[in-house]
């Protein structure tokens, strides 16, 4: 299974960005799919995640600001950040829960930096 995430980048306080993650290869299903993030110095922590059925999950830090959507045809996630702070600066990793042969395995993209600054 291959993720590929984009739209990350630089934006200014108070901004928005909106990161996409496809997911290609051998799956017979996605029940979740989500991003983390992790900052400099910083433990990755969980920013939202989204079940085949359409139930969220957010940390609290994000709550009101970022939602979160997935297109199950095109096994594609996707992230909308609006309000961005200068904390919310950091590596954003998608991943997703893929069911094979019985099984859940969990697998991560690479990363997309995303950079609020004025």
């Known amino acids: 299974v291959q993720l590929q995430a984009s739209g990350g980048g630089s934006v200014q306080p108070g901004g928005s960005l909106r990161l996409s993650c496809v997911a290609s290869?051998?799956?017979?299903?996605?029940?979740?799919m989500g991003w983390y993030r992790q900052a400099p110095g910083k433990q990755r922590e969980l920013v939202a995640t989204?079940?085949?059925?359409?139930?969220?999950n957010f940390g609290d830090s994000v709550k009101g600001r970022f939602t979160i959507s997935r297109d199950n045809a095109k096994s594609t996630v996707y992230l909308q950040m609006s309000s961005l702070k200068p904390e919310d600066t950091a590596v954003y990793y998608c991943?997703?829960?893929?069911?094979?042969?019985?099984?859940?395995?969990?697998?991560w993209g690479q990363g997309t930096q995303v950079t609020v600054s004025s």
């Open positions: 290869g051998s799956m017979f299903s996605i029940p979740d």
């Open positions: 989204i079940s085949s059925g359409g139930s969220t």
């Open positions: 991943m997703v829960v893929v069911m094979k042969g019985g099984y859940e395995y969990d697998y």
